[in-house]
């Protein structure tokens, strides 16, 4: 038997297209994160989270093109497109026929001697001036050139088709070559189309009849509508765009455009039926731009066809510009037509906007935002969490950085551990025994005779904790100026990422402390914290650190068996005060009632053992003095730090005050990947 040949190893080739099965399966996930550290960032900078996101939307993020970009994009494509094109197009198509078949004419008459020539050459000697006049006179015209008679017939094969084209897109190229037997399912089609739109404008349609209809013509709607409304709707767009077409033209050309129609295959039919369409979808479909008009520039001339193509193209244009706005009330990005915006500006337009919409549509989902009775979107409870996170990351990033800067005088709760343990409880910082923990859930798991095999599992019965020498817990009071010039000189953004990072570590990883947040101008308020993150900045003359200091001290007799820490972020000196009934008194240059009112308050503060710190932000002279006699005072401490190291100098001094010289060793302790972080 012989051996079949074989044949040689074929070279398997690898092709490769960008994806189009939908949404990108190996695009990345959407970050929230990036996402909600730029809405956290506006937020404290007085927007609205409904703004802030609006804003994040539109700026776009590292991996995605915003809505504006988008939106400029598209109106750059729109410019293009008017400065393009003209739209003289079949008007100039029709005078070249036109001279090609009369100069055709005139070469064939000058052969021929006969006198019927010689008066068909005056009559064509004095054909009208303009090409519409001109192919209406030389309808009935017996041509002796047979290259003029087919030029002419060329005319009237290209109007038809251009207005065809207007109405059914492809319809120019479809009927390049038509039979009679062609241009007659034309006017059938037309004909049929006329009574079903004629029926629905009356209201007695039926299913059967637009599925007759489609099933005798579908053919020259490439779109297949599946109902009456869709072919409707696909219709009266183009039939617009050709009457914003018309309107676009000079009268001159408009007025000759419509002589020239009612040449079309040689027949005034073809328009009356097309103008009893277009009436019928007018009346249909009033919301359409039937009466709109675009100013053309171009030298590249637009056939009828092309060109209601072209103004097809600028109403989807104007419909994106608006979709990429969203500036009505209720906006989405779903509203985004991301078809159109793929065929006007590529699909990776399209994605980058999908990509807004699913990130628009994960922060509505994850509960980042909540919508209030008023209707107003805010930041949940979730969000202010996450938001936290997120700056105390970057305070402990820096606070990495920071090493032998803090003027630490007071030890505080984490002291040397005693070698006794006991069990854990809510709130503890303490480090785990890691012994004496698995110790217990072993004797735990034996007395519940669970299976050995199983293993150990850890309950939070089981887990004990390293008692330390001291453990007092601490009452903090954040005074921070909320003034106009905070807001004036850029520092109200730092002030409120500050104390986001501070509560967020205090309710976190020291639970058992009391945090006071103070805002003083004017007045001095208790805030929580989202309403000091949403507080937006106001024309407030007056700082009153008196009254900020009569409510932090308040503070302090509530818990009297903690330590006091005072921390005060201000940028200016003292300019009111509070009045026994309760008024406000200001005067600028400071009052001496003024400071001397602050002055017994911090006295006060002292008394009761706070460990005070002053965050001086500005170099104004008269405020460096102020604090440092303070400081001085109270035995405390003046920080000037830069507004970017604010939280990490308001941080690094409340835990020098909190956790002594012991529970400065290391940072990594309380903000490392196993350590803070960690759940």
């Known amino acids: 038997m012989s051996e079949a040949p074989r044949h040689p190893r074929r070279s398997r080739r690898s092709s490769y297209a960008r994806y189009t099965g939908g949404p990108d399966p190996l695009a990345p996930p959407v970050d929230l994160r ?57 008007l100039e198509e029709v005078r070249r026929l036109l001279d090609d078949a009369v100069l055709a004419e005139r070469k064939q008459l000058a052969r021929d ?79 049929d189309l006329g009574d079903l739109l004629a029926a629905h404008a009356r209201g007695e349609d039926t299913a059967e009849q637009f599925a007759r209809f489609m099933d005798r013509h579908g053919g020259f709607f490439p779109e297949r509508p599946e109902t009456v409304e869709e072919l409707i ?15 676009s033209m000079t009268p001159e050309q408009r007025q000759e455009l419509m002589q020239l129609s009612q ?30 008009s675009e100013g053309f520039e171009g030298d590249q001339g ?28 209720g906006a989405r990005m779903d509203d985004v037509d991301l078809d159109a915006l793929a065929r006007q500006l590529g699909g990776e337009a399209a994605v980058d906007a999908r990509a807004l919409a699913d990130l628009e549509k994960a922060l509505r989902d ?22 936290g996170k997120s700056l105390l990351r970057d305070v402990a990033g820096r606070l990495s950085t920071r090493g032998g800067q803090r003027d ?82 850029g520092r109200w953004v730092p002030m409120k990422r500050t104390a986001l990072a501070l509560h967020q570590l205090i309710s976190t990883r020291f639970r058992g402390d009391h945090l006071e947040l103070v805002a003083f101008a004017r007045y001095a308020h208790r805030m929580d914290i989202e309403t000091l993150t949403a507080l937006d900045a106001e024309w407030d003359k007056g700082t009153n650190l008196h009254h900020a200091l009569l409510l932090a001290n308040r503070h302090f007799r509530k818990h ?12 200016g000196e003292p300019t009111s005060h509070l009045e026994p009934g309760g008024s406000v008194f200001f005067d600028y240059p400071p009052h001496p009632r003024t400071l001397a009112l602050a002055v017994r308050e911090l006295d006060a503060s002292a008394r009761l053992g706070a460990q005070v710190t002053f965050f001086r932000l500005g170099e104004d002279p008269g405020l460096a003095r102020f604090v440092d006699s303070m400081a001085r005072r109270a035995g405390g401490r003046v920080v000037a730090p830069e507004l970017g190291d604010l939280g990490a100098a308001v941080v690094g001094s409340y835990l020098g005050d909190r956790t002594g010289p012991a529970g400065l060793g290391s940072y990594r302790d309380l903000f490392g990947d196993r350590g803070f972080w960690a759940g």
Do not use: C
Request: hydrophobic content about 40%; glycine content about 8%; cysteine-free.
């Open 366 to 387: 994850s509960g980042m935002l909540t919508r209030a009775a008023d209707g107003t979107l805010r930041l949940s409870p979730k969000a202010m969490r996450e938001l």
């Open 113 to 191: 001697l006969d006198d019927d020539a010689r008066f068909a050459e005056v009559r064509i000697e004095n054909l009208p001036p303009t090409p519409a006049a001109a192919v209406t006179e030389l309808a009935d015209y017996s041509w002796r050139s047979s290259e003029g008679r087919e030029k002419y017939e060329q005319i009237k094969d290209l109007l038809g088709r251009e207005l065809l084209d207007q109405r059914f897109a492809g319809m120019k190229q479809a009927l390049e070559s038509a039979t009679e037997e062609d241009r007659a399912a034309v006017e059938e089609m037309l004909r």
């Open 408 to 489: 630490v005088r007071q030890a505080g709760t984490a002291g040397e551990q005693s070698g006794a343990t006991r069990a854990w409880e809510f709130g503890d910082t303490e480090p785990w025994d890691t012994t004496r923990t698995m110790t217990n859930a072993i004797t735990r798991t034996a007395a519940d005779g669970t299976d050995p095999r199983l293993g150990v599992r850890l309950d939070i019965r089981d887990i004990e904790v390293t008692e330390t020498e001291a453990r007092t817990q601490a009452a903090v009071a954040l005074l921070v100026d909320t003034s106009f010039s905070m807001a004036m000189d």
């Open 302 to 329: 637009l056939g009828l066809g092309d060109g209601t193509g072209v103004l097809q193209d600028l109403a989807d244009l104007d419909a994106l510009a608006d979709q990429l706005a969203q500036s009505h009330p």
């Open 233 to 247: 709707d696909a219709l009266a767009s183009r039939a617009a765009a050709a009457q914003r077409m018309l309107r």
């Open 560 to 571: 009297p068996n903690a330590q006091p820490v005072l921390l005060v972020v201000t940028d």
């Open 34 to 90: 990036e996402a909600l550290d730029a809405i956290g960032e506006d937020v404290m900078a007085g927007y609205s989270p409904d703004r802030a996101m609006r804003e994040l939307l539109r700026q776009g993020t590292a991996d995605r093109t915003g809505l504006d970009e988008l939106a400029r994009r598209v109106a750059e494509r729109r410019r293009e497109l008017l400065r393009e094109h003209s739209l003289d197009g079949t």
């Open 263 to 292: 040449q079309a295959f040689g027949s005034p039919s073809l328009m009356e039926q097309l103008s009893r369409i277009d009436d019928l979808l007018q009346g249909l479909r009033p919301g359409e731009d039937w009466d709109g």
